[in-house]
């Protein structure tokens, strides 16, 4: 009987996204709670959806009545690519991440690496927010951390 709520629920996740793009969840282990909406995947956990890519050792899906994913809980060993509505790249690390579907937005935690690989650009930090959809980031460095931005200058041609 669990195994068929798991394959149910992972179709019902695959299925609510399916009209948009396909969500692939691959992990070494898959826990459910239907009245509390959640689904819990933990060891080596890889999520592809589009062109975004998701890596962590636990993921917590979170949704709602209708069973469409609300927020995912990313922690431990977090790492990411993800592609913007401008076509902006970003990959990274941290050691949690939330992300939030329906606008798009990704909120990084604690050790927070982020480049824009497009526009060479790096953010380093304790808290970073990106917005999709806005092209948007915001970043909060540590107490005894300041945010740190690197951008990639060209050089000058000499004459």
Excluded: C, W
């Excluded at 959640?38 to 993921?59: M, P």
């Excluded at 990411?80 to 941290?94: D, L, M, Q, V, W």
């Amino acid at each position: 009987m669990k195994y068929i709520f798991m394959i149910f629920m992972i179709f019902m996740i695959l299925y609510s996204n399916s009209i948009a793009e396909e969500l692939q969840v691959k992990a070494e282990s898959f826990y459910a709670d239907e009245k509390k909406g959640i689904s819990v995947f933990t060891g080596h956990v890889n999520i592809i959806k589009g062109f975004d890519e998701l890596n962590a050792s636990k993921v917590t899906i979170y949704t709602n009545k209708t069973n469409q994913p609300i927020k995912f809980l990313m922690e431990g060993n977090s790492s990411f690519s993800i592609k913007t509505k401008e076509n902006s790249i970003y990959t990274g690390k941290a050691h949690k991440v939330i992300y939030f579907p329906k606008t798009k937005e990704y909120y990084f935690y604690k050790d927070v690496h982020l480049k824009q690989i497009d526009e060479k650009k790096e953010i380093l930090g304790e808290e970073v927010v990106l917005k999709t959809i806005d092209g948007k980031a915001y970043a909060k460095g540590a107490k005894s951390e300041p945010v740190i931005m690197i951008f990639n200058i060209p050089k000058e041609k000499s004459q």
